[in-house]
Structure formats: C-alpha cells, structure tokens
C-alpha cells in the first residue's frame, strides 16, 4: 500500500473517528490529509498529549501515553485493518507506518 491518494480508515469500534487520505506515500511512513469524522472529538485529546510529548521530548513516557489509541483505535486500509499501526495527527495532517493484518 504506497500509492497515492488511498484512504485509509481510523475507527473506534464501528464508529468513523476520521479517514486519511496518502498524499506521500514512502516507508516506513505513510502521510495524509486527515479528515475527522464524528467520534474524532472523543480521542484528539489523545493525540495532542502524544504531540506535545514528541515536541518536548519526553520519549520515556510515550509509549504509555500512545497505547490507549493503540488499544482503542483500528487503522483500516483498504485492504482490511492492520495488525499494528503507529499514527500521529495533527491538525489535517496525519502520518502513520503500520505493519500486517490480523
């Protein structure tokens, strides 16, 4: 998945938290316009904190910050959700880098 312009797809459960469209596809990561959707409120709290940490890096903590998103979000590609996904977003931009499917 490195071409342009797929849309992947961030939920929670079944509910649209907001899909990213690839405008730079490479490895390991994958960027895009980010597009919120309805339940995206819910989690971009979750987000910024994970910014914050990167930009003040405080990289002992992250992992322990980032694996609620981990555990409560699903990246779906256009294939299928993946197994494990790395993700950032900021504003309309989103940068990711995922592994497999489950």
């Known amino acids: 998945m490195t071409d342009r ?7 929670a459960g079944s509910a649209l938290v907001g899909t ?9 990561w994958q960027r895009g316009h980010f597009l ?12 910024d904190e994970v910014n914050g940490m990167v930009e ?26 993946v197994a494990s996904f790395l993700l950032h977003i900021d504003a309309d931009r989103a940068w990711f880098r995922w592994e497999g499917v489950p």
């Open 56 to 81: 003040a890096e405080q990289f002992d903590r992250f992992d322990d910050v980032y694996d609620r998103i981990d555990s409560a979000l699903t990246l779906v590609s256009p294939s299928g959700p």
């Open 20 to 28: 990213i469209t690839v405008d730079e596809a490479g490895m390991p």
């Open 36 to 47: 919120p959707g309805p339940a995206f409120s819910q989690f971009k709290p979750w987000f």
């Open 5 to 11: 312009d797929i849309v992947w797809r961030l939920l």
